[in-house]
């Protein structure tokens, strides 16, 4: 063998026995978890149905707290309900922190109320809820917004004619209007172009990030970053919706009024002026656009998603739809818009929003600096009789009233829960019972053959297309 090649190849045997040895002592510090390749970590044991499945399979051998290696990088697995709650909840400041997403960084670069951390996040959490409540989340005008957009969408829908459609972009269209009007402090038409080409953007956005291959792209970002593909095409999207924030944003400022901020933008951009002599201050451009684009996204599509899922269940289980009905006949009647009064006189109702809620499982994997499996805890055996079936009766208890059960965090738990979780649930029960007080819903296609299974599930589940007809009452 010539001499060059000799040490050629012992120079590469170095490096990798180099390699291995990093990995075998940094698993000395973390959980137990399946042995992993240099530079390859796990990859050759994750599953060929994503991430999701993989975790979930791995934790049957290693239990609910175990060490994955996401190409290079170790992530600590949370996968029990009571790991969960242990560390998002009794060391709430400790998990505090969040990981970052490969594909979406080159956008957010840590900055908004979403990425950020530390005191930077601190301070756009603590502005952003004050902000939020302030312009009515958990006030009255909030729930004024959503039964004018419910009482807007029963107007469209009876347009069709109970012919079938595809309602994922209606229900699309009303949860971004409810953001919309805290965001921007406006309301957009349904066949306003704008508005629809941002709805357009975000619902490719948020399939391409639970795509398969967004997963792979998570494995080895520090290399495939450098070629086209996916997460070109997300950052692409992402850029148009934050040109669109920022001629937005320019809009305000022409005509900010410092006594009378109408939204979120005119509230920040006076904190940014209170602040501007502060050098350290967080309430700049960048952190006003990235908590927009945040707010905006997350505000439309997980209610939206839900909204869809929902549905799709309801057509799949129709005695449960006309029991909710039954419900909304006795508690509301069909002569005036439901309220949020109506929520504690509607235990049924409740239970089966819950029950989509974490049956569709929307956010499975949370995206602390270790991993959170939300998925494992919606749908633990230990909390839920049967977790892999719909059963409103998983949030009611033997006399009818919706319980409480500790493995429900469809928004996650501890400091990091969903900054929108209260408007959320408004709007679940409020466009829910709107719609079903008005038509009774049917499907072109038999109940035992409508499937579920998720479109894409990644970070995000997104539920399958599907017809469904609205038919007047």
């Not at 599953?47 to 051998?61: C, E």
Request: aromatic residues 10%.
């Amino acid at each position: 063998m010539e001499p060059s090649v000799l040490l050629l190849l012992t120079l590469i045997m170095g490096f990798l026995l180099l390699l291995i040895r990093g990995h075998t002592k940094s698993r000395g510090y973390l959980p137990p978890g399946p042995r992993p390749l240099p530079l390859l970590g796990n990859l050759l044991q994750m599953d060929r149905g994503g991430l999701l499945n993989s975790f979930m399979q791995l934790k049957k051998k290693y239990g609910d707290v175990f060490t994955v290696h996401l190409g290079p990088r170790p992530v600590v697995m949370l996968c029990g309900t009571e790991a969960i709650r242990e560390a998002l909840v009794d060391q709430a400041e400790a998990f505090s922190g969040q990981g970052t997403t490969a594909v979406v960084q080159p956008i957010f670069k840590d900055y908004g109320v979403i990425f950020a951390n530390g005191e930077r996040w601190k301070a756009l959490q603590q502005f952003s809820l004050a902000t939020m409540k302030d312009l009515g989340m958990g006030k009255q005008n909030v729930e004024v917004w959503i039964q004018e957009e419910a009482r807007c969408l029963v107007e469209e829908l009876r347009k069709s004619q109970g012919a079938p459609l595809d309602p994922t972009f209606l229900f699309q269209c009303i949860t971004a209007n409810i953001i919309c009007s805290i965001v921007f402090g406006e309301r957009f038409d349904y066949k306003d172009r704008q508005f629809l080409r941002l709805l357009d953007l975000f619902y490719q956005t948020f399939s391409l990030i639970s795509s398969l291959s967004s997963q792979v792209f998570e494995l080895f970002s520090g290399f495939l970053k450098y070629f086209s593909g996916t997460h070109r095409h997300i950052c692409k999207n992402l850029q148009e919706v934050l040109d669109y924030i920022g001629h937005s944003v320019e809009k305000h400022q022409a005509i900010l009024d410092p006594n009378n901020p109408r939204d979120f933008i005119d509230t920040y951009l006076l904190r940014m002026e209170k602040e501007k002599s502060n050098q350290h201050t967080e309430f700049h451009d960048q952190n006003l656009m990235m908590s927009m684009m945040s707010l905006f996204f997350a505000g439309t599509e997980t209610s939206s998603t839900t909204l869809c899922y929902g549905f799709l269940l309801l057509l799949k289980y129709p005695h449960v739809a006309e029991k909710v009905q039954k419900e909304i006949d006795q508690v509301i009647g069909s002569h005036r818009p439901s309220t949020l009064e109506d929520l504690t006189k509607m235990p049924y109702t409740e239970a089966v929003i819950h029950e989509i809620q974490r049956f569709s499982d929307l956010a499975p994997i949370g995206n602390t600096k270790v991993y959170p499996i939300l998925s494992a805890a919606l749908y633990d055996p230990q909390y839920f009789e049967q977790p892999d079936t719909f059963n409103p009766y998983h949030f009611l208890d033997a006399n009818g009233a919706l319980k409480k059960n500790e493995a429900f965090m469809p928004f996650s738990i501890g400091k990091r829960i969903c900054l929108g979780e209260g408007i959320a649930h408004n709007e679940l029960f409020l466009f829910f019972t709107t719609i079903l007080q008005n038509f009774s819903v049917s499907s072109p296609v038999a109940p035992k053959d409508i499937d579920l299974r998720p479109k894409e599930s990644g970070v995000s589940k997104i539920p399958p297309k599907y017809q469904i007809c609205f038919l007047p009452r």
